[in-house]
């Protein structure tokens, strides 16, 4: 390995494209054209990222397998962040198993981790769990140290921890700082700050309020009936009945848990249920079979009351009920929330996110646009979406270093 690659690698590694390029510009042999590859990663560029990792992959010579390996780490880590969730992510598994079996056990935990991150975006938080596990946090290159943290706070996130959350972020703190490179540490600080702000609304026939991160666990811990409007889920305890795949159920319960400890009118229930501004007798006889279905769907957490003028709710333990909506309620929130994120997201990706079909994703992509929420670039599989107010994309790519001759 040549002085050059070896500075420039360095250079990478500390997050200084600008002094990389200096050494490997105007160098075509393939570990010169694979950190130029990284350099414009981090600079944004990542287009040209890509060709430039896939010229090297083809250029090192069939004895050069690690070498290869790393650059489809790198071509994975940019698929990550541009949000595309399937093609080079696929191939991350072989070329993780290819750089353990020739002892080059950084990148091939930088590789674990990097799977652990896309398992966070999609949902699968105990699968992204386990692979954090398996990683040996030592053999991780520093830079690398602080996405792990991030990725395990986000686990604690969406598992509703909150201390596991505020441990896992001082610790991503702590290895951005030791790192030294301010992207990471800029990427951290993101993160906090949305830790501290508002997590969720509480609504109870009195009012609503917003709630803290903290406030959430609690409520969740407590002895209440919650309808979580977040996850469209009903708990109480350690108990909970879904109701995501069963809208009116869950319109129902909601409009039933913000009037608690009072009844709900038929009229009101008709409105709430099926948007019907003047109900007919086809809509009430509805009604009636979809409170039966309640019933009966709600019966191990509360009963169901019929009044003179409707319903009312009677949980069976609980001393309380609450409502858990999220802080903004308005159409497609679920895909704002992710875009809130600062990446761009093809269509593809949020629907593998969402669990939707493609154009589920796309029609709600289209409705956003013609509001003005979200805007597009790129035309084609190219297509990226992003809401309005963020610039481009943030430089906090991380990548391994070096990437040299194996």
Same mark, same amino acid.
């Given at each position: 390995?040549?002085?050059?690659?070896?500075?420039?690698?360095?250079?990478?590694?500390?997050?200084?494209?600008?002094?990389?390029?200096?050494?490997?510009?105007?160098?075509?042999?393939?570990?010169?054209?694979?950190?130029?590859?990284?350099?414009?990663?981090?600079?944004?560029?990542?287009?040209?990222?890509?060709?430039?990792?896939?010229?090297?992959?083809?250029? *090192?010579?069939?004895?050069?397998?690690?070498?290869?390996?790393?650059? /489809?780490?790198?071509?994975?880590?940019?698929?990550?962040?541009?949000?595309?969730?399937?093609?080079?992510?696929?191939?991350?598994?072989?070329?993780?198993?290819?750089?353990?079996?020739?002892?080059?056990?950084?990148?091939?935990?930088?590789?674990?981790?990097?799977?652990?991150?896309?398992?966070?975006?999609?949902?699968?938080?105990?699968?992204?769990?386990? @692979? !954090?596990?398996?990683?040996?946090?030592?053999?991780?290159?520093?830079?690398?140290?602080?996405?792990?943290?991030?990725?395990?706070?986000?686990?604690?996130?969406?598992?509703?921890?909150?201390?596991? /959350?505020?441990?896992? !972020?001082?610790?991503?703190?702590?290895?951005?700082?030791?790192?030294?490179?301010?992207?990471?540490?800029?990427?951290?600080?993101?993160?906090?700050?949305?830790?501290?702000?508002?997590?969720?609304?509480?609504?109870?026939?009195?009012?609503?309020?917003?709630?803290? *991160?903290?406030?959430?666990?609690?409520?969740?811990?407590?002895?209440?009936?919650? /309808?979580?409007?977040?996850?469209?889920?009903?708990?109480?305890?350690?108990?909970?009945?879904?109701?995501?795949?069963?809208? /009116?159920?869950?319109?129902?319960?909601?409009?039933?848990?913000?009037?608690?400890?009072?009844?709900?009118?038929?009229?009101?229930?008709?409105?709430?249920?099926?948007?019907?501004?003047?109900?007919?007798?086809?809509?009430?006889?509805?009604?009636?079979?979809?409170?039966?279905?309640?019933?009966?769907?709600?019966?191990?957490?509360?009963?169901?009351?019929?009044?003179?003028?409707?319903?009312?709710?009677?949980?069976?333990?609980?001393?309380?009920?609450?409502?858990?909506?999220?802080?903004?309620?308005?159409?497609?929130?679920?895909?704002?929330?992710?875009?809130?994120?600062?990446?761009?997201?093809?269509?593809?990706?949020?629907?593998?996110?969402?669990?939707? @079909?493609?154009?589920?994703?796309?029609?709600?992509?289209?409705?956003?646009?013609?509001?003005?929420?979200?805007?597009?670039?790129?035309?084609?599989?190219?297509?990226?979406?992003?809401?309005?107010?963020?610039?481009?994309?943030?430089?906090?790519?991380? !990548?391994?270093?070096?990437?040299?001759?194996?």
């Amino acid at each position: 390995m040549d002085s050059l690659i070896t500075t420039a690698a360095r250079a990478l590694a500390a997050g200084d494209p600008l002094a990389a390029f200096k050494q490997v510009a105007l160098r075509d042999d393939p570990p010169a054209l694979a950190l130029r590859g990284i350099a414009m990663a981090q600079l944004g560029n990542l287009a040209r990222a890509k060709e430039l990792l896939r010229s090297a992959a083809r250029a *090192f010579g069939p004895k050069e397998a690690t070498a290869r390996a790393r650059c /489809v780490v790198a071509e994975a880590e940019i698929a990550l962040v541009s949000r595309d969730l399937g093609g080079p992510m696929q191939t991350l598994g072989a070329a993780r198993a290819t750089l353990e079996t020739n002892g080059d056990r950084a990148n091939a935990a930088h590789a674990g981790y990097l799977e652990a991150r896309r398992l966070l975006l999609i949902g699968r938080l105990d699968e992204s769990e386990r @692979s !954090l596990d398996e990683l040996d946090l030592d053999t991780l290159p520093l830079a690398s140290r602080t996405g792990y943290w991030l990725v395990a706070a986000g686990i604690a996130i969406r598992r509703i921890r909150a201390e596991s /959350v505020r441990a896992a !972020l001082d610790r991503a703190r702590h290895a951005a700082h030791k790192a030294g490179i301010p992207a990471l540490v800029a990427e951290v600080d993101r993160a906090s700050r949305a830790f501290d702000a508002p997590a969720a609304r509480l609504i109870a026939r009195e009012g609503a309020r917003l709630l803290g *991160f903290g406030e959430v666990e609690a409520l969740m811990a407590s002895d209440a009936l919650l /309808v979580d409007a977040c996850r469209n889920v009903v708990r109480a305890g350690t108990s909970a009945v879904p109701l995501a795949g069963r809208p /009116v159920l869950f319109a129902l319960t909601r409009a039933l848990a913000e009037a608690w400890p009072e009844d709900v009118t038929r009229e009101t229930l008709l409105t709430r249920a099926f948007r019907a501004r003047e109900a007919d007798e086809s809509h009430r006889a509805r009604l009636r079979v979809e409170i039966g279905r309640l019933r009966k769907t709600l019966k191990p957490l509360a009963g169901l009351n019929a009044t003179r003028r409707g319903f009312v709710l009677k949980p069976h333990g609980a001393t309380t009920v609450a409502v858990l909506a999220p802080p903004v309620e308005e159409d497609h929130a679920e895909v704002l929330a992710l875009l809130a994120d600062g990446e761009a997201w093809s269509s593809s990706a949020l629907a593998l996110a969402l669990d939707v @079909s493609a154009r589920t994703a796309q029609r709600a992509l289209e409705a956003l646009a013609e509001d003005g929420k979200v805007e597009s670039f790129g035309r084609g599989r190219a297509c990226r979406w992003l809401t309005p107010n963020v610039p481009g994309f943030p430089t906090s790519l991380l !990548l391994p270093a070096p990437l040299t001759r194996g």
